[in-house]
C-alpha cells in the first residue's frame, strides 16, 4: 500500500530536493488536497489543472467532497511526499502517476464529473445482482482455505531481497510468482497463467485466469500488489521485505486460487487473479493494465482489492473502505461476511485519493471494493522498512485468513452469476404408499447447482445423486425431514446425468421441482 514513515527526516529530505533543485526525469501525477498541502510546505509546485470531486461524485465513489491536482514534479520527489503523507497525515499515499499531461487531464475531468465512464465501459460493463445464494458450492471451501499455506507464501516472497519494480529481486518475484500459480493450475486447458509486460520498468504484473464456462465475457477480479519498497534506499541491495505489505495480499489471494483449482472449481464468469506491478510508486501497474481493459470494453462487473490484511491493529476484523469505491460492492462484500464469515466485526473508514490498485479501476468506471486490515492509521507499523517482516505479524497468517475467505466468497458468489445459459426448471406430481419409491431422470445438468425441491402431504423423502439413481444408503444429497417439504442441492463441477428418488416415509402427495443449468 501507498504509505509512509517518520518525520523530521522526512521535511529534510524533501527540502533538499528543494534547495539543491535536484534535476531528475520530470513526471506528472495527480493528488488529493492533502497530499498537495503535503509537497507545497517544501517546495513550490505550479498546478497544472484541478478539479473538485463532488460527495455525490458516482463514478469515483467519494464520500466527501475533495480536490484533485495535476501537478509536474522530479521523479525523486515522489518518495519523499509518501514519506511525508505516511508521517503527516497517517493515512496511505494519496498520488497516481501518469504517462502524460493529456492522461493525467483526463483523469481530472472524470473525477470532476464533466466526462462519464470510458465509452467502452459505459457499453460493456454489467451491474451483478448480488444476490447470495452459493453456500452449497462456498461452505465447503471455506472450511480448506489454511492460514499456514497463506503464512508459506508470504515468507516465500519476503525472502526475495526486495522486490522493487525496478530491481532484479522485483523481476524475479514475478518469475516466481508465475511458476508457483502454473505448478497450482495443474495443467489444466481453462487456466492460463500470464506476464503483463510493462514498458517502462523491469517487473511485471502476473494473472491468473479461469476462463468462465457460459458467461466468460463477464470478467471477476481479485488482485494485490507484488512490489515492496524501503523508502529510505531503493536500490539492487535495499533489504525490503514487504511482507504484509503487500505480500499478504497477494498469499491470500493465491489461497483463494489454490482451493478453486484443487476442486475443480468451473465458474460461468471469467475469473482474474492479478498481482500488480509498480503499486508503491504511484499505482503504476494497475493503471496500465485497467487502462488496456477499458480500451478493449472488457465487461469487468467487479474488482476486489486485498492490500495488507495480516496485522489485525483495530477493534473490528475487516474495514472496507467507502471512499473511491463502489457502494453497491461495498454493500454486497459486507453481506458476504455477514452471511460467510458471521462472527468477524466488519468496519468503515477512508484512506483518501489513489491509496492503492482499486483506484485504478475505479477512475475507469469499473465498480471496485477495497477491503483493509485495520482503520486507518491502524494499520502495520513496519511497511516499506526492512522490519515489514512475518516476524513482527506473529509468524502466523490468522488474520489474513479471513480476507482469503472474504475473497474466495466473492469469486465464487459473483463467478457463478450472470445472464447465460438459463436454468431448466422441469416439474413432476404424483403419490406415494408408505415405503414406496420412485425415481427420475436422467438429468442432463452442466457445470452450475443441480436443485431438487417437493412440497405436497404426508412425509415424501427426497435424494439426489450424480451418474446413478440414488438409494437411502447411496446418495449426493438427502432430505428426510418429518414432513413433504424437503429441498437439497448438488454442485455441478463437470457435466453428466442427475437422478433423483422420491420416497413415501408415510402415504402422501407429491410436486417435486428440479432446476439446473443444462449442458
Known amino acids: ?9 522526512v521535511c529534510a529530505a524533501l527540502l533538499a530536493l528543494c534547495t539543491n533543485a535536484l534535476a531528475g526525469e520530470k513526471v506528472w501525477i495527480s493528488l488529493g488536497d492533502a497530499a498537495l498541502t503535503q509537497l507545497r510546505k517544501h517546495m513550490q509546485v505550479e498546478l497544472a489543472a484541478s478539479a473538485q470531486v463532488p460527495a455525490t461524485a458516482q463514478l469515483f465513489g467519494a464520500t466527501r467532497a475533495e480536490g484533485v491536482h495535476l501537478v509536474q514534479v522530479d521523479e525523486e520527489v515522489l518518495a519523499h511526499l509518501s514519506q511525508a503523507i505516511h508521517t503527516e497525515l497517517h493515512r496511505c499515499g494519496g498520488f497516481m ?3 502524460s499531461e493529456a492522461e493525467g487531464r483526463a ?33 465447503p471451501l471455506l472450511a480448506q482455505m489454511q492460514a499456514s499455506n497463506i503464512g508459506q507464501t508470504i515468507v516465500d516472497l519476503s525472502n526475495f531481497q526486495n522486490r522493487y519494480y525496478q530491481t532484479s529481486s522485483g523481476q524475479n518475484a514475478s518469475d516466481w510468482l508465475k511458476q508457483r500459480w502454473t505448478t497450482l493450475a495443474n495443467g489444466r486447458s481453462d487456466i492460463t497463467i500470464e506476464q503483463f509486460t510493462h514498458a517502462s520498468w523491469k517487473q511485471k504484473s502476473v494473472i491468473a485466469t479461469i476462463q468462465g464456462t457460459d458467461n466468460a465475457s463477464e470478467v471477476v477480479v481479485i488482485g494485490g500488489h507484488l512490489d515492496s519498497i524501503n523508502l529510505s534506499n531503493t536500490g539492487e541491495t535495499a533489504r525490503a521485505p514487504g511482507a504484509d505489505d503487500d505480500a499478504s495480499g497477494v498469499a491470500s489471494l493465491t489461497e483463494v486460487f489454490r482451493v478453486l483449482v484443487a476442486n475443480n472449481y468451473k465458474p460461468r464468469r471469467t475469473l482474474k487473479f492479478m498481482a500488480y506491478a509498480a503499486e508503491e510508486v504511484g499505482l503504476r501497474g494497475s493503471k496500465e493494465i485497467a487502462n488496456s481493459y477499458a480500451a478493449a470494453g472488457a465487461n469487468v462487473v467487479g474488482v476486489m482489492q486485498l492490500d495488507m490484511t495480516n496485522y489485525k491493529g483495530s477493534a473490528n476484523d475487516i474495514y472496507i473502505y467507502t471512499d473511491y469505491t463502489d457502494s453497491a460492492q461495498n454493500t454486497f462484500v459486507s453481506n458476504l461476511i455477514a452471511t460467510y464469515l458471521p462472527t468477524l466485526k466488519v468496519g468503515t473508514d ?19 471494493s477495497m477491503p483493509f486490515e485495520a482503520a486507518m492509521g491502524q494499520d502495520d507499523p513496519y511497511i516499506h522498512t526492512a522490519n515489514d517482516t512475518y516476524a513482527n505479524t506473529g ?113 402422501g402427495s407429491y410436486n417435486l421441482t428440479v432446476t439446473y443449468r443444462p449442458q
Open 97 to 99: 502517476f501518469h504517462a
Open 350 to 368: 477512508q484512506c483518501g485519493y489513489a491509496c492503492s490498485d482499486h483506484a485504478s479501476w475505479n477512475a475507469k468506471g469499473y465498480a471496485a
Open 395 to 507: 509468524n502466523q497468517a490468522d488474520h489474513a485468513l479471513k480476507f482469503a475467505r472474504m475473497g474466495l466468497a466473492y469469486m465464487v458468489e459473483l463467478g457463478s452469476d450472470g445472464p447465460g445459459i438459463a436454468d431448466k426448471t422441469e416439474t413432476f406430481s404424483g403419490s406415494l404408499t408408505s415405503k414406496q419409491t420412485r425415481s427420475f431422470g436422467p438429468f442432463k445438468a452442466g457445470v452450475g447447482t443441480f436443485r431438487a425441491s417437493t412440497t405436497g402431504t404426508g412425509d415424501i423423502d427426497l435424494y439426489a445423486k450424480r451418474s446413478s439413481v440414488p438409494t437411502t444408503s447411496s446418495y449426493d444429497c438427502k432430505s428426510d425431514g418429518s414432513t413433504a417439504a424437503e429441498s437439497c442441492s448438488i454442485n455441478i463441477t463437470a457435466g453428466g446425468d442427475v437422478y433423483v428418488m422420491l420416497k413415501g416415509y408415510t402415504a
Open 1 to 9: 500500500m501507498m504509505r509512509l514513515l517518520k518525520s523530521a527526516a
Open 107 to 139: 483523469t481530472l475531468m472524470r473525477a470532476s464529473g464533466a466526462t462519464q465512464r470510458t465509452t467502452q465501459v459505459t457499453l460493456a460493463a454489467t451491474r451483478p445482482s448480488y444476490v447470495i445464494d452459493q453456500q452449497s458450492t462456498v461452505n
